[in-house]
C-alpha cells in the first residue's frame, strides 16, 4: 500500500499536459461567457419588469393629483354669480365681483384647491378665490396661455403652465362657460389651478434618476432638481424663447440638454447619461449605461421616463458567470478526484471519519444555537411584554396630566371670582348687621343709609356674575344688532384675572356703540374667548405681552373684527393647515386643534368668516368678519 503521505500523481502524461491544460481553460471561458449572457438577459428581464412596476405606480399617483380637481370648473360655469358677473357691462363688474369671489373662495376651500378663477373672453381674471390675498390674480391677464385660447374658442383644455405673478408651477384645466341666454355663446372661462407640490415632493424622493417630458421634449420634473426644465435634444434659440414666454413665465429653459435618445423606450432601451450630468461618475470609464423605459400618461401630452442602472445587472452575470466557472471547476476537480480514488482508499476511510466527527460536531452547533435562540425569543417576549406595560402606564399618566391641566383651569376661574367676591360679601354681612342693631336702636335713617350701600355692593356683585352665567347660557343661535365693543368687553372679563397675572397690556381701539354687527352675541363671544385663549398662550414666553383689538368696514361691507397679539406668530406651513381639525401648535396635551375649526364655522353660520394671518408688527393676527344691520333692522351706526 503507497504512503498516505505521498503525492498524487496527475491522470495525465507530461507530453499531453499543455494540451489539456488550454482545453479546460477553453472550456472555462466559455462556460462563463455564455453564463454572463444568459444572467444579462433574465437581469434585463427582470429591471424592465421593476421599472414598469415603478412607471405604473409613478404614473397612478401623478394621475390621482393631477386630475382631482378636473371637475371643478363645470361647477363654477353653474354658479349664477359667476354668470352674472360675465354678462354684466364692465361698469357694473365691481359690485358683482364680491359674491362671485366669495363663492369660488368657499368652493376652494370646499375642495382644496390651490387656485380657481373666472377670466372674460381677452384673457384677464374678474374673479379670483384668493382675492383677499395681497397676491391674488385679479386684473391678471392670462390670454397669451395656451389653455385660454382653446378654452375661449370652445374647447376644454388642459396645460402645465407658471403663472407671472407667483411664478409658481401648476396643471391647469380651463373649460368654456357658456350663456343659454346668448345662444350658448362662449362668455368666459372657468379655470383650476391644481398644484403640483406633492408630486415634486415623491419625484425629489427617487433614488434612481426619472423624469416626465411635455411634448416639446422640455423635462417639468426630475428626481436630479438640476434636471429641470432641461431638454432631451438641442432646440432653437427661437422655439425655446417662445416656449418659455407661453408656458413657463420667462424662466430660463433649455439651459442643458441631456442628449438623450429615447427612440424605442416605451420596450426598454439602453442609454449612457452623459458626463457632465453625473458628478460621482468616473471620467476614465466613460458614460455609465442605464435602462431608459418610458410611459404616456393618459389624458396628457407628458410622457414619464425611468433609468435603471445596470451596473446591479453587469455585477449580477458577473457573479453568476464566476460561480458557473467555478462550478465546471469543481465539477472537473470531482472527475480528477474520481480518476484517484483508487489511490486514496486509506484517505477515504480518514476522509469518512473526519466528516462523521464534523457532522456530530455541527449537531452539537446546531443544538447549541437552537437554545441560545430559544432564551433570546422568551428574552424579547419579555421586553415587548414590559414595553407594552410602560406604553399603558405612560398613556394613562397623558391622561391625568390633561385632566389636571383642565382642573387647574378651572381653579384659576375660580380663584379669581373668589377673590372678586370675598370682599363684597363681607362687607354685605357688616352692614346687614350694623342695619340690624340701629333698626332696634330706632335710628332708621342710618340703617336706611348701610341697606342703601348693601343694596350697590349687591349690583357689583351681580356685574361680576352676569357675563359667566350670560357666557355659559346655552340658548339657541339667534341674530340681533349687537354692539361688538361690548361683545370684546364680555370676553375680556373672563380673562381679566390671567391678564393681570400675566402682564398683558390690551390695546382696546373699539368705543362703545361704535360697530353694530347682525349676529349672535352669547356664539360671537364664544369666538373671542377662543382667539383671546390662544393669544395669551402664544405670548406667554414673550418679553412684551400686547394684545390689540381694532375694528373696520371691509370692501365686502361687512365689519371686520381684528384681533392681534405680540407672539411668534404662523409659519407658512403651519397657516396653510390652520383650520383643519385636530391640527394645533401647541405642546401634545394642551390642545385638541378644534377651537379654530370650531369658531370659523359658528362665524359662517351666521354669514360671517375667520381669517387667518400675519400681524403688521409681528405675532398672529385674526379677522372676524361679520354682516351688518340688515335694512329692515335699525341702521348700523358708522364709526366717528
Known sequence: MPDSHQTIPVSLPRPHRPLGIAVVLLLLLAVGLLTYRASERAGLHQMRAEASHQLDILASAIDSEVTRHASIPSAVELNPDVLALLRAPAERQDTLQPAANRFLQQLNDHLGGPAIFVLDTRGQVLASSDWIFSDNLLGSDVSYMPFFRSAVSGTPARHYAVDKVRHEAGYFFALPIRDEQQEWKVIGVAVVKSSLREIERRWLGQEAPALIVDSNGIVLLASPPEWRYATLQTQSRVALEQVSREQFAGQTVGAVSLDIALDGADEGVIVRLPKHLRDDMNPLHGA??????????????????????????????????ALATAAIGCLLLGLLYL???????????????????????????????????????????SEVAERQRAEQTLRAAQD???????????????????????????????????????????????????????????????????????FARKSPAVPAAVDVAQAVDSALFLFEQRLRKQSVAVDRQIG?????????????????????????????????????????????????????DSGAGFTEAALKHLFEPFFTTKQPGEGLGLGLTISRDILRDFGGDLLAGPAPGGGARFVILLPPVPSTSPAEKDPP
Open 512 to 564: 362703545a356703540n361704535s360697530w353694530i354687527a347682525w349676529c349672535d352675541r352669547n356664539r360671537l363671544q364664544q369666538v373671542l374667548v377662543n382667539l383671546i385663549g390662544n393669544a395669551i398662550d402664544a405670548m406667554a414666553d414673550e418679553p412684551e405681552r400686547r394684545l390689540t383689538f381694532s375694528a373696520e368696514r371691509a370692501s365686502s361691507g361687512q365689519v371686520a373684527l381684528a384681533v392681534s
Open 400 to 470: 391625568e396630566l390633561v385632566q389636571a391641566a383642565k382642573l387647574a383651569v378651572l381653579g384659576q376661574m375660580a380663584t379669581g371670582i373668589t377673590h372678586e367676591l370675598s370682599q363684597p360679601l363681607g362687607a354685605i354681612r357688616t352692614l346687614s348687621a350694623n342695619a340690624v342693631e340701629f333698626m332696634h336702636r330706632g335710628d332708621l335713617a342710618t340703617a336706611e343709609k348701610n341697606l342703601g350701600i348693601v343694596g350697590q355692593l349687591s349690583e357689583q356683585m351681580g356685574g361680576i356674575i352676569t357675563p359667566l352665567k350670560t
Open 339 to 381: 480518476n484517484q480514488r483508487r489511490r486514496l482508499a486509506r484517505g477515504r476511510e480518514e476522509a469518512r471519519a473526519m466528516l462523521e466527527k464534523a457532522n456530530q460536531e455541527l449537531e452539537r452547533n446546531v443544538a447549541a444555537r437552537t437554545a441560545d435562540l430559544s432564551e433570546a425569543v422568551t428574552r424579547l417576549k
Open 288 to 321: 455609465r449605461p442605464y435602462l431608459a423605459l418610458s410611459r404616456n400618461l393618459p389624458g396628457t401630452a407628458w410622457r414619464i421616463v425611468v433609468f435603471s442602472d445596470l451596473r446591479p445587472v453587469a455585477v449580477q452575470a458577473a457573479t453568476h458567470a
